[in-house]
């Protein structure tokens, strides 16, 4: 039995996570996906050859998680809830916060993976380090389903991702407006996708915003995502872009400078309330639309 279950990299392996981090940054800024996508898996076989080598267990969630993000902006969302489930795996063997594990967020706000499947999953885990800590999340995912467990997920689709933007100094905002949406869409908040540092959000973001059929702003901060404004009015039909503020007042209006040749409607809310019936309200539009 492995005692330590938090299993940090060796600060060997740490500088390569660094250096297939930048690389595949610097694909994701050029749109090439696939080859970002390999970069993590190249990172990822070295952290395995060096579990086997030394006979030591690694936390291996972020290369799975990253792997699956790549994956899902291919289009190839089957492939990507796997890795997703593997990071998941990853993750409940270091930490206990069930409801606030990283890939928790992405499996249930975007597939629909039902709570109770993700904390039966969850628990089949944690009964399993009493005897050792899975080292392959993939053989442990298969047993899992072999012992006759289920993981029941809707089938992703561009037109019910539902792009959730905004200013993440406005996060419990972002947050309450992803909770409304995830009840019947996918919503793709991309700090959901492991998004570490500035240099990333811009890259990051477009690569999710382009795997969206609709998009929901929340404009009160200005910030990066202003730009990806720009960029979604460019191939969304804006009659599917929502565009919110915080009033302190009835009427008042939003000024920003660089969205004034944005014509998106711009929508203003005083209380929480007011803010779920107009993000409702833009899902019932989009619905019937769709009809």
Not at 163 to 190: C, H, M, Q, T
């Amino acid at each position: 039995m492995i005692e330590n279950r938090r299993l940090e990299l060796t600060p060997e392996l740490q500088n390569l996570y660094q250096l297939h981090e930048q690389k595949a940054l610097q694909y994701t800024e050029k749109r090439e996906y696939s080859s970002a996508e390999q970069e993590y898996r190249s990172l990822l076989s070295e952290i395995i050859k060096v579990q086997v080598k030394e006979n030591r267990t690694f936390h291996k969630g972020g290369p799975y998680h990253q792997i699956g993000f790549y994956l899902f902006n291919q289009g190839k969302t089957d492939d990507a809830w796997k890795y997703f489930l593997f990071a998941f795996i990853e993750d409940c063997i270091t930490e206990d916060n069930f409801p606030e594990l990283p890939a928790f967020k992405n499996l249930y706000g975007i597939y629909k993976i039902s709570k109770e499947d993700l904390r039966n999953l969850f628990e089949n885990i944690k009964k399993q380090l009493a005897i050792d800590v899975p080292s392959n999340p993939e053989g442990y995912l298969q047993k899992y389903f072999d012992d006759g467990n289920r993981i029941a997920k809707v089938s992703i689709t561009k037109d019910k991702n539902v792009f959730v933007g905004g200013n993440y100094r406005n996060i419990v905002i972002l947050r309450y407006i992803e909770d409304i949406v995830s009840k019947e869409w996918s919503a793709i908040l991309p700090t959901n996708f492991g998004v570490r540092n500035d240099d990333e959000i811009y890259a990051h973001s477009m690569g999710l915003l382009e795997r969206c059929g609709s998009a929901i702003f929340e404009i009160t901060f200005d910030a990066g995502h202003l730009m990806e404004i720009e960029r979604a009015v460019s191939f969304i039909d804006k009659k599917t872009i929502l565009l919110l503020y915080q009033q302190t007042e009835k009427d008042q209006k939003h000024y920003t400078r660089m969205l004034l040749g944005v014509e998106v409607k711009q929508e203003g809310y005083m209380h929480l309330d007011e803010l779920t019936k107009k993000v409702n309200d833009f899902l019932k539009g989009i619905k019937a639309k769709d009809a």
